[in-house]
């Protein structure tokens, strides 16, 4: 797929039960930190809600609402840098080509020098040649600082699952070669993807076409799912590959349980935000229906890095309606609510964000 900041006073309502409930210091000084090159923390309940979310699961969808926003990826990094701290994980996984992503994992794994080159920062989203975006550049830096020094098997590796690296310019097409891959496994599983594309192009497939292109993505992880047999992956996607209820998309694979329990956060942006072109599509309620609910100060909507806002939909898959004579569910439940609750059913909690700003890009050196 391809959003106005949160309220002063919504800011400031943070710590209590309000609009973004949650602790985490000053918003000023974690903002200038991030702008210097910092990964945010989380802290307080949405930590919390990040740290449930990823129990016991084998993946955690995490997913951004439109490509190259920076509020979504921010968000990603500190939810990473969590995970990292206070999980076992094993991979990191992206909607990118994954014959150019293992330039991101050498450098992951501590090849070339200190600086990320450009190719190994294009890996993480290998969608647009020209952006190689700073967020990404952290991810990757951060990746390394984690894996100094340990062993190979508590490494995290990343991996790209596409077999597609744009839209359209793809080698066939006289775009860009990727490098063939050192390792023989991961060139072996290059090689597969090649033919699976091609065949897929002269189908009349394209880019669009989930059946052929999720599948791959699903197949991939498959792959890095038998190279790394315990740990959590943590899968980076744009949230409609994500939501079961698209058909052939990677998340109604998911869905289907083969690799184990997943759980997924969904991601929206502001309604009618004048910076996004694309369609808010089936996610226009649940967008509009958020933003209701922050501008009442409602409780629940926790306040995450790049100024997002998160919300646990788990609750709504019990709610019940009010009673006849009008009384509230039970305690602790929230009333019954159509939106909610058909979210509920594809996704464990949502990332809003009320503003998007575009992603910073790397100039060429």
Known sequence: MDARPVSAPAERRGAGEGILSGRGGSPARAAAAVADGGLPALAGPVAELVDELA?????????????????????????LRHLLGHHRVAAVAAESHFGRSRAADAYALGAGPEEPPRAAVGGVWSWAQSAALADNR???????????????????????LEMYGSGAAEPADGGPVAEEPADPGDARHAAWLRRRLAEHRAAGGD???????????????CEVARRHPEGLILLFE??????PRVPHALGARLARGGLGVCRTVGAVWRDGDPS???????????????????????????????????????????????????????????????????AAAAFDAVLYAPSLTPAARIAPS
């Not at 880019?207 to 992880?221: C, K």
């Not at 509230?328 to 939106?339: I, K, N, Q, W």
Request: glycine share 12%; charged share 25%; hydrophobic share 40%.
């Open 55 to 79: 129990a016991g699961a084998r993946v955690l969808g995490w997913s951004e609402g439109v490509h190259l926003r920076r509020e979504y990826l921010v968000a990603r990094n500190a939810v």
């Open 138 to 160: 952290a991810l990757l830096r951060l990746l390394r600082r984690h894996n100094a020094g340990r062993a190979p098997a508590e490494r995290v590796r990343f991996y790209g």
């Open 207 to 221: 880019h669009r076409d989930l059946a052929g292109r999720d599948a791959a993505q699903y197949a991939t992880l």
């Open 238 to 243: 744009q949230v409609e590959h994500l939501d």
């Open 276 to 342: 996004v072109a694309y369609p808010l599509g089936r996610y226009r309620d649940l967008s509009r229906r958020i933003a209701e609910r922050a501008a009442a100060g409602g409780p629940g909507l926790l306040a995450a890095p790049g100024g997002t806002a998160l919300l646990d939909l788990r609750p709504w898959r019990t709610a019940r309606p009010a009673s006849p004579d009008g009384r509230a569910p039970g305690t602790g439940e929230p009333p019954r609510d159509a939106v909610f609750a058909d």
